[in-house]
């Protein structure tokens, strides 16, 4: 079965969806349930996206790429 990829928008759109869900004292089990990803997954989302808007959205490769061209 090949993996699901999500876009950089919907990461952050699950992300801030798990943060309403958790801000209604669901545990973390049950926000990975709701939004269906593993804990893993999740974990790692947060660590990568969490925190930013979708307008900051670009993908951490690309984001890396853009400052060292501008550091130039």
Do not use: F
């Amino acid at each position: 079965m090949p993996r699901k990829r999500y876009t950089a928008e919907q990461i952050i759109r699950y992300l801030r969806q798990a943060e309403v869900l958790s801000s209604q004292h669901k545990s973390v089990s049950e926000i990975c349930r709701e939004i269906d990803v593993s804990e893993n997954t999740y974990y790692r989302w947060k660590k990568e996206y969490g925190g930013m808007g979708v307008h900051q959205a670009t993908p951490k490769q690309e984001r890396s790429i853009n400052q060292n061209s501008s550091a130039s």
